[in-house]
């Protein structure tokens, strides 16, 4: 961590008139087809003249304050040939602390050559490249619905783990989705993992929200505690990322709350979606995030400046919505921001980094 790092965390102590955590969807277009996929609807219908364009993504970035987070998302992002200078023009005008940019890992040549070109442009910018790991071998590959697709996240991780000899500013991510198809595997990724790859973070999340096969989310609540309390018996990862150690035990906290949610069926904390989180999807429609399928309005409506959003009626009422009717669900992202943006929460966290700190190794 450097003192441009720690300055940018001031952010979180600031009143702010626009989120601090955005999702961006850039494209649509995905190369794969898997089962547990929330957002195969608009990946299956996706158009490209509808995608927002360079020229916008600029006006959008200008009208953003400064970000804590920012997640470039799809579809596979990789696929915009322009990522590269989303990535330029985002990091100028909203200097986020974490970039985080997920990838089914299909095109490894393709995927490290523009990683090596955001790293190289935006030194002083912390990237995540989290790679998706949903089984072992032929298992992966069933589930994302690709032949030789696990052999391309190996010859993609092989890829960028080399351009950690030149850049210091970037993790190496594996994110496994938990799903009908993989629940009595994950011990198992996870294990392997851990074998093989120098992975700096690997975390897990529950298929939710409208899934290609409605059959995936049909996961037993046991086998999630279970990967979570071998999880939590292994050794902490040493990882590069600004205040590791704090976002792994918010990390930690977000799975007893995600378990609490999904046992008591209601809200365990307020809900931050809609106000310092949100999502604009790639044709400009501004959600509060990516499960509830309430849309605020279209970012090239309100002149790309998200103040004008946030400011309308129908996100009044959503954000009331959410409030009153206890809005509640498992995505990982909203539960993490809500407990980052919840002070009172903030001594259970800070305790948990002191109490757990002999474990943790935090990479200079």
Known sequence: MNLKQLSKIYRLFIPQNTPLYLIQYITASCNSKCKMCFYWQNIDSQNKDKELKLNEFEKIAKNFNKLLQLSLTGGEPFLREDIVEICKIFVKHTDPL??????????????????????????????RFSLSLDGIGSKHDEI???????EKVLETYNN????????????????????????NDVEDIFIYVEKNLKIDNHYFALAR??????????????????????????????????????????????????????????????????????????????????????????IRNGNYDIKQIIKTKSCNDILKYIAENKCFCTFECAINASIVFNPSLYPKVFWNVLKNGKKTVEAQ
């Open 98 to 127: 974490v970039v985080t940019i997920p990838t089914n890992a299909l095109m490894p040549d393709k995927i490290s050559n523009m990683a090596n070109n955001i790293l190289k442009s935006c030194s002083n910018t912390f990237f």
């Open 144 to 150: 994302r619905g690709i032949k030789g697709n696990f």
């Open 160 to 183: 960028l783990d080399k351009l950690r000899n030149s850049f210091k500013n970037f993790n190496i991510d594996m994110g496994t989705v938990i799903s009908k198809y993989n629940q």
């Open 209 to 298: 929200g409208n899934t290609r096969f409605d059959i995936a989310k049909e996961v037993d609540l046991k086998n999630y505690e279970k990967m979570i309390s071998y999880k939590r018996k292994q050794m902490k990862l040493a990882e590069r990322r600004p205040f590791s150690r704090i976002f792994r035990e918010v990390f930690e906290l977000n799975t007893e709350i995600l378990l609490e949610i999904v046992k008591q069926q209601r809200m365990v904390i307020p809900c931050v979606a809609g106000k310092n989180m949100i999502v604009i999807n790639e044709k400009g429609d501004v959600y509060p995030c990516e499960i509830l399928e309430s849309r605020i309005g279209n």
